[in-house]
C-alpha cells in the first residue's frame, strides 16, 4: 500500500488531454513539492515535472503538473502514442522522514 | 556530462549481504544529495534512502532501516549501498539518482533528474 495514491491504469486517445492524480496527506503532499515521473518498460525514470509545476528543460510544454491541497496532478495534453507509459508521483514525508512515491499509474493511449 | 554507474549487484542467499555501488562523474559530489530508488519486478518505484550533500545526513525508508546504509566515498566519486540480512522482497532493481537541485542540505530536494541505469539484485529464499 503505497502512502501516495495513484489511480492504477488511465487511458486516452491521440489528441485528448489525460490527467492522473495523486492524493497524499499533509505530512507529505500538504507539506512538500510533489514531483512526477515518467517510465518507459526497460528504462530509468525520467524527471517531467519537479516543484508541483515546473518542467525541466526538454519536456514538452503538453505535460503540466499542480497542486492542491494534499493531492497533485498530472495532466497531458495533445496525447501522443509515445506517451504510453508508466507515471509515478513523489514527495517527502515528513512524519516517516522519507522519500515516498505512488503506485505509478498505467497510461494507455488507445 | 553527468553519469551514474551502478555495480555490484547480483544473486545472493536470504541472510546475506552485499555492496551496490554508484560511481558518478560530470559533477561535484559534495554538491548534491544522493539517494537509491528499487522497483520490484512487475512493481512501482520504492524510495529507498538518501544521504545528504555534506554526508552527515541519512535518512531510510522503512522497510530497510537497521538493514542498509547508504555512505559515500568523495575520493571515488563514488556512492554505496550497504545491504545487509537481505530478504527475498529486497529483490528488485536498484537505481542511484542525484538530486537537482545543487546546494540544498538535509534531504536535498527529494527530484532527482539523473538516474543510473540500474542494478539488478535477486536475493533468494
Known amino acids: 500500500q503505497s502512502v501516495l495514491t495513484q489511480p492504477p491504469s488511465a487511458s486516452g486517445t491521440p489528441g485528448q488531454t489525460v490527467t492522473i492524480s495523486c492524493s497524499g496527506s499533509s505530512s507529505n503532499i500538504g507539506t512538500n513539492s510533489v514531483n512526477w515521473y515518467q517510465q518507459l518498460p526497460g528504462a530509468a525514470p525520467k524527471l517531467l515535472i519537479f516543484?508541483?509545476?515546473q518542467r525541466p528543460s526538454g519536456v514538452p510544454d503538453r505535460f503540466s503538473g499542480s497542486r492542491s491541497g494534499t493531492s497533485a496532478s498530472l495532466a497531458i495534453s495533445g496525447l501522443q502514442s509515445e506517451d504510453e507509459a508508466d507515471y509515478y508521483c513523489?514527495?517527502?514525508?515528513?512524519?516517516?522522514?522519507?522519500?515516498?512515491f505512488g503506485g505509478g499509474t498505467k497510461l494507455t493511449v488507445l | 556530462e553527468v553519469q551514474l554507474l551502478e555495480s555490484g549487484g547480483g544473486l545472493v542467499q536470504s541472510g546475506g549481504s552485499l555492496r551496490l555501488s554508484c560511481v558518478t562523474s560530470g559533477f561535484t559530489l559534495s554538491t548534491f544529495a544522493m539517494s537509491w530508488v528499487r522497483q520490484a519486478p512487475g512493481k512501482g518505484l520504492e524510495w529507498v534512502a538518501v544521504i545528504s550533500r555534506n554526508g552527515g545526513t541519512t535518512y531510510y525508508a522503512d522497510s530497510v532501516r537497521g538493514r542498509f546504509t547508504i555512505s559515500r566515498d568523495m575520493s571515488k566519486s563514488t556512492v554505496f549501498l550497504q545491504m545487509n540480512s537481505l530478504r527475498a522482497d529486497d529483490t528488485a532493481t536498484y537505481f542511484c539518482?542525484?538530486?537537482?537541485?545543487?546546494?540544498?542540505?538535509?534531504?536535498?530536494?527529494?527530484?532527482?533528474?539523473?538516474w543510473g541505469q540500474g542494478i539488478l539484485v535477486t536475493v533468494s529464499s
Open positions: 513523489a514527495a517527502w514525508d515528513d512524519s516517516l522522514n522519507c522519500g515516498v
Open positions: 516543484t508541483n509545476n
Open positions: 539518482a542525484k538530486d537537482q537541485t545543487p546546494g540544498a542540505d538535509n534531504y536535498g530536494s527529494g527530484s532527482y533528474y539523473y
